[in-house]
């Protein structure tokens, strides 16, 4: 069984900074692509930031030269830094892990979610 947990959600203000991990933790075997969604109050799903085994990021437009994707192979974590956050950035974040364990191929692993709120 695999699971994909997040945390590091909250509440910061305009300008400020937050860091999202993502912990992957099972019977893996490998992971390839890792990345972080987010979803606001009465909008659709939107990628934020994907990034693939080798380390290669890529970004949504409206977060290029704020936000930061990085990845820990060993740890089969990745994380999200996010700063001069704004309030257009208040959302649900939601990690994805393509993972191929013991039991399954490559399939795609969703965590929970965590709630980001930019806020004065």
């Known amino acids: 069984q695999v699971q994909v947990v997040e945390s590091g959600g909250g509440l910061v203000q305009p300008g400020g900074s937050l860091r999202l991990t993502c912990a992957a933790s099972?019977?893996?075997?490998?992971?390839?692509?890792m990345g972080w969604y987010r979803q606001a109050p009465g909008k659709q799903r939107q990628l934020v930031a994907l990034?693939?085994?080798?380390?290669?990021?890529t970004y949504v437009d409206s977060v290029k030269g704020r936000f930061t994707i990085s990845r820990d192979n060993a740890k089969n974590t990745v994380t999200l830094q996010m700063n001069s956050l704004k309030p257009e950035d208040t959302a649900v974040y939601s990690c994805?892990?393509?993972?191929?364990?013991?039991?399954?191929?490559?399939?795609?692993?969703w965590g929970q979610g965590t709630q980001v709120t930019v806020s004065s």
């Open positions: 099972g019977s893996i075997v490998s992971i390839n692509g």
């Open positions: 990034i693939t085994r080798s380390g290669k990021p």
């Open positions: 994805v892990a393509n993972i191929r364990s013991v039991a399954r191929g490559p399939s795609d692993y």
